[in-house]
T-cell receptor
Framework: AQKITQTQPGMFVQEKEAVTLDCTYD???????LFWYKQPSSGEMIFLIY??????QNATEGRYSLNFQKARKSANLVISASQLGDSAMYFC????????????FGQGTRLTINP | GAGVSQTPSNKVTEKGKYVELRCDPI?????LYWYRQSLGQGPEFLIY????????DSGLPNDRFFAVRPEGSVSTLKIQRTERGDSAVYLC????????????FGEGSRLTVL
């Protein structure tokens, strides 16, 4: 079975600082994808970044990067130069490429950026 | 429309009533997913469709929940004999292909059962 664990219920960071949101996962499948989504107070889920299990390099998308450590089964999200608009819930999720196709989410981390 | 559209955005009903929630996915997306998100929790998988067929309904909590996608586009999530514990935000998502690609989410339907 797949499982995603996000151990930080809340994070508080000063504007312009970098922040790392933790995510560990558990699966026995060798082929999977890892996702990060942002959910602002409006409720929509916004896709941020994707990492495939066979990707050699860590994914980056603008200010977002994914620190993928396969041996440790961790996929932490790094946000550089945080902005007030980054305040939101952040969810890590995983999907097995073959077989079950559902995206399994963690419990989320509430990030608050202070001015 | 450009994104996933869900209606109604808010639904208040009484315990025991029947409810339908509608999802209109992004045009051309063959995969469609329903999730349920309770307050303070991550989205919980309910069911996904590949085309018209339900490829995985393992997340439906019981037989009061049912979903259809008769023409491979719009989907309806149906909840019979609603209970207070069904109160949550029901999220719909679609993707271009099942095996790869991100899921695009709608803004959700907030269901409140009194």
């Amino acid at each position: 079975a797949q499982k995603i664990t996000q151990t930080q219920p809340g994070m508080f960071v000063q504007e312009k600082e970098a922040v790392t949101l933790d995510c560990t996962y558990d699966t026995s499948d060798p082929s999977y994808g890892l996702f990060w989504y942002k959910q602002p107070s409006s409720g929509e889920m916004i896709f941020l970044i994707y990492q495939g299990s066979y990707d050699q390099q860590n994914a980056t998308e603008g200010r977002y990067s994914l620190n993928f450590q396969k041996a440790r089964k961790s996929a932490n999200l790094v946000i550089s130069a945080s902005q007030l608009g980054d305040s939101a819930m952040y969810f890590c999720a995983m999907r097995i490429i073959q077989g079950a196709q559902k995206l399994v989410f963690g419990q989320g981390t509430r990030l608050t950026i202070n001015p | 429309g450009a994104g996933v559209s869900q209606t109604p955005s808010n639904k208040v009903t009484e315990k025991g009533k029947y409810v339908e929630l509608r999802c209109d996915p992004i045009s051309g997306h063959t995969a469609l997913y329903w999730y349920r998100q309770s307050l303070g929790q991550g989205p919980e998988f309910l069911i996904y469709f590949q085309g018209t067929g339900a490829a995985d309904d393992s997340g439906l909590p019981n037989d009061r929940f049912f979903a259809v996608r008769p023409e491979g586009s719009v989907s309806t999530l149906k909840i019979q004999r609603t209970e207070r514990g069904d109160s949550a935000v029901y999220l719909c998502a679609s993707s271009l292909a099942v095996n790869t690609g991100e899921l695009f989410f709608g803004e959700g339907s907030r269901l409140t059962v009194l």
